[in-house]
């Protein structure tokens, strides 16, 4: 779902676990997918993929690499490919 400069992304899974804290990921947009995930690394961010990478959503598709943050959660960084 879009408007204007907010995404969510929304889809069906498993039910929650019920615990504080339990979430699968949170995602935080940028507009240079490969210039963060450089960033990241130098950053010395724990980094949950070798490399960025890329999905047929959207109309051309999504950029996206994640790390781990500090309580163990997924963070995704996602470009919507232009």
């Given amino acids: 779902m879009q408007y204007n400069h907010l995404t969510l992304e929304i889809w069906t899974g498993e039910g929650a676990v019920r615990k504080t804290g339990a979430i699968n ?16 690394k130098a950053e010395g961010f724990k980094l949950k993929d070798s490399e960025v ?23 995704e960084f996602c470009e919507i490919v232009k």
């Fill in 25 to 40: 990921h949170i995602s935080l947009n940028t507009k240079d997918a490969d210039a963060a995930f450089k960033a990241a």
């Fill in 53 to 75: 990478q890329h999905l047929d959503f959207w109309d051309k598709g999504i950029k996206f690499f994640n790390i781990e943050g500090p309580n163990a959660e997924t963070i």
